[in-house]
């Protein structure tokens, strides 16, 4: 999905991992260290524990942990341990869950893991995100997207009852093709940064 007049965007990846892409001004900025945007490190936890946080400072994603789909995968099967069902617990099971209208036990696990933890804990890492880049649009994409659209208009209402700020937040129509894309953009630019230079040193 292309957006024009947009000079300041974050781009959200929630997968088996958790990632941002970032654009100020109409550029990618990357960071001193090439590692802005590496959002699964946000120390953050639903309930504030500072022995918790420092516990897991050199562990890879603790926000991560929680809201990406192996996170949820995991918190899922924690909770569902005492029944048969867990061990064939998987995202897209979850998914089914979680928009199943029915009377169900495990739906009702599943709604509340996904209401009142994966929710409530995304919308504090993209509120935070929020405040310190003032961006004007935030573009989710993922497999997280397989929440359906109650999932993410109970998102948006989530983080906007948190901050001040309010950025459009929208799903990325390219869902899988963004990926693939992308990289096709990165390297035509590539070539033509290429060719254009090329082009100047026979000027010279």
């Known amino acids: 999905m ?8 974050v781009y959200l990846d929630i997968n088996h991992g958790i ?3 970032i654009i ?3 550029k990618i900025v990357t960071g001193n260290r090439g590692t802005m945007g590496e959002i699964s490190y946000l120390p953050i936890l639903k309930k504030y524990n500072y022995k918790k ?9 603790l926000f991560e942990s929680q809201v990406d789909v192996s996170g949820i995968v995991n918190k899922a099967k924690e909770k569902l341990i005492k029944l048969e069902k867990n061990n064939k ?11 199943d209208t029915s009377d169900n036990f495990v739906k009702d696990i599943i709604k509340d893991l996904i209401d009142n933890n994966t929710i409530k804990v995304l919308a504090i890492g993209i509120a935070s995100i929020i405040s310190i880049i003032d961006t004007e649009i ?7 997207l397989k929440l359906g659209n109650k999932f993410i208009d109970k998102l948006k209402r989530e983080i906007y009852s948190i901050t001040p700020f309010k950025p459009k937040i ?6 899988e ?3 693939i894309e992308g990289a096709i953009k990165n390297g035509i630019n590539y070539l033509n940064d290429l060719l254009y230079n090329h082009f100047l040193s026979l000027l010279k």
């Open 2 to 9: 292309y957006y024009k007049n947009i000079n300041n965007l």
């Open 19 to 21: 990632g941002a892409g």
């Open 24 to 26: 100020i001004d109409n």
């Open 53 to 61: 946080l420092k516990e897991n400072k050199f562990e890879l994603g």
């Open 89 to 99: 617990i998987n995202f897209d099971i979850i998914c089914d869950y979680y928009n």
């Open 138 to 144: 935030i573009v989710i994409n993922g497999d997280i």
């Open 170 to 175: 929208v799903v990325s129509k390219l869902k």
């Open 177 to 179: 093709d963004a990926h």
